[in-house]
């Protein structure tokens, strides 16, 4: 069957940057099952996977704005220091767990350290970046109704 809305469409996968390297893949482990037209996958990746059928490979070129958007200046803040006091070792590229006014949990990564303040990003790390996907089509099912009902794939260890 070709994949369309609410296939149950497995895929394994290997993400590259303009650079050629390697940021993510599913290689060696399980295939990454979801719930097609939910909005499982960014926006770019699931375009180019409908129509398809279990078997079929290819790669692709995803713009930001069909990925994990643009990066946004107003989401990348200077902080002093003593604000960020308690954080033992705090380094460029660590990412800090944290919770915004709405009680949601945000990632800021330290984009850099100087003497009285350091630079928190928040957006997301592959903001503003062109993702190479190479894809191979695993299997492609229909989903069951209880899938349908919770919005997202089951498959083993996943049953809720
Ligand atoms: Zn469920």
Redesign the pocket.
């Known amino acids: 069957m070709k994949i369309s809305q609410h296939s149950v469409v497995a895929i394994h996968y290997t993400l590259t940057n303009d650079a050629g390297e390697e940021l993510d893949s599913s290689s060696g482990a399980d295939p990454l099952t979801y719930l097609h037209g939910t909005g499982g996958l960014i926006p770019g990746l699931e375009a180019e996977l409908d129509g398809r059928v279990a078997g079929e490979a290819f790669s692709t070129v995803i713009q930001p704005a069909q990925a994990y958007g643009e990066i946004d200046p107003a989401m990348i803040q200077d902080v002093p220091l003593e604000a960020l006091a308690a954080i033992d070792d705090l380094r460029i590229g660590m990412q800090l767990q944290t919770q915004d006014p709405n009680g949601h949990q945000r990632v800021l990564i330290v984009d850099a350290i100087g003497e009285t303040s350091a630079t928190l990003n928040a957006n997301h790390e592959l903001a503003g970046k062109v993702l190479h996907f190479e894809v191979n089509v695993e299997s492609v099912r229909a989903a069951t109704q209880?899938?349908l009902d919770?919005g997202?794939s089951?498959g083993p260890g996943?049953?809720?």
Request: aromatic share 0%; charged share 25%; proline share 0%.
């Open positions: 209880e899938e919770h997202h089951h996943h049953s809720h």
